[in-house]
T-cell receptor, first 114, second 111 residues
Framework: NAGVTQTPKFRILKIGQSMTLQCTQD?????MYWYRQDPGMGLKLIYY???????DKGEVPNGYNVSRSTTEDFPLRLELAAPSQTSVYFC?????????????FGPGTRLTVL | KNQVEQSPQSLIILEGKNCTLQ??????????LRWYKQDTGRGPVSLTI?????NTKSNGRYTATLDADTKQSSLHITASQLSDSASYIC??????????FGTGTKLQVIP
C-alpha cells in the first residue's frame, strides 16, 4: 500500500491564481481530511469528508473548496490564491469514523503564494 | 476554548541521552490523547494513544504518560538516536470529530 499520497510536493502561486492539491489513499478509508500547518501553529482542519459525495467544513474553510467523487480521491481547490494561504497542506484519512482515531497523513504540499 | 500546549518548543540533546516532552491540555470532554512524530518534510505518524483510564503506554523507546486529573501528558524518549530528530505533536480528542493539535516540540539529537 502506498498509503496517502499528495501532489504536488511544492508549488509557488501568484496572487489570484487557482490550483488543485491532489490527495489519494489506497486503504479504502471512508474518512478523509485536509489540514493546513502554519509555522509555530497546530494543524488546522480545513475540510473533511465522511464518504464519497459527502463533505463538510472544518475550522478554516474560507478560500477553499473540496469534492469527493470517489473513496480514494479528495482534492482541495484553492480559488484566487492569497498570501495568507501560504502554508503546508496535509491530507489524512482514518480507517474508522472520526478524527479521534489514528490518522494516516500524506507527505504534505508546501504552497507559497507571492 | 480547547487548547493543547506543548513544552519546550525546541530541544537539543546528545545522542544516547534521555528526554521528556510535556503536553498540557484544557480539552473537555476528554476522549483520548495521541502523540505523533513528524519527520522534517513528512506527515505526522502516530506513536501512542491513551484513553482516560490509561496512565502509561510504551512503544519501543517511547513512553507516554497521562494524568487525566491534572490534564497533563509527557512523552519520554530513552537512549535517543539521531533518527529521533523530529517534531512531536500532542493531539487531544474531545469526542467525535473534535480534535485539537498542539504546536509541537522540535527535537534535535546531535552526535
Amino acid at each position: 500500500n502506498a498509503g496517502v499520497t499528495q501532489t504536488p510536493k511544492f508549488r509557488i502561486l501568484k496572487i489570484g491564481q487557482s490550483m488543485t492539491l491532489q490527495c489519494t489513499q489506497d486503504m479504502n478509508h471512508n474518512y478523509m481530511y485536509w489540514y493546513r500547518q502554519d509555522p509555530g501553529m497546530g494543524l488546522k482542519l480545513i475540510y473533511y469528508s465522511v464518504g464519497a459525495g459527502i463533505t463538510d467544513k472544518g475550522e478554516v474553510p474560507n478560500g477553499y473548496n473540496v469534492s469527493r467523487s470517489t473513496t480514494e480521491d479528495f482534492p482541495l481547490r484553492l480559488e484566487l490564491a492569497a498570501p495568507s494561504q501560504t502554508s503546508v497542506y496535509f491530507c489524512a484519512s482514518t480507517a474508522r469514523q472520526g478524527m479521534e482515531n489514528e490518522q494516516f497523513f500524506g507527505p504534505g504540499t508546501r504552497l507559497t503564494v507571492l | 476554548k480547547n487548547q493543547v500546549e506543548q513544552s519546550p518548543q525546541s530541544l537539543i540533546i546528545l545522542e544516547g541521552k534521555n528526554c521528556t516532552l510535556q503536553c498540557n491540555y484544557t480539552v473537555s470532554p476528554f476522549s483520548n490523547l495521541r502523540w505523533y512524530k513528524q519527520d522534517t518534510g513528512r506527515g505526522p505518524v502516530s506513536l501512542t494513544i491513551m484513553t482516560f483510564s490509561e496512565n502509561t503506554k510504551s512503544n519501543g523507546r517511547y513512553t507516554a504518560t497521562l494524568d487525566a486529573d491534572t490534564k497533563q501528558s509527557s512523552l519520554h524518549i530513552t537512549a535517543s538516536q539521531l533518527s529521533d530528530s523530529a517534531s512531536y505533536i500532542c493531539v487531544v480528542a474531545g469526542g467525535y470529530q473534535k480534535v485539537t493539535f498542539g504546536t509541537g516540540t522540535k527535537l534535535q539529537v546531535i552526535p
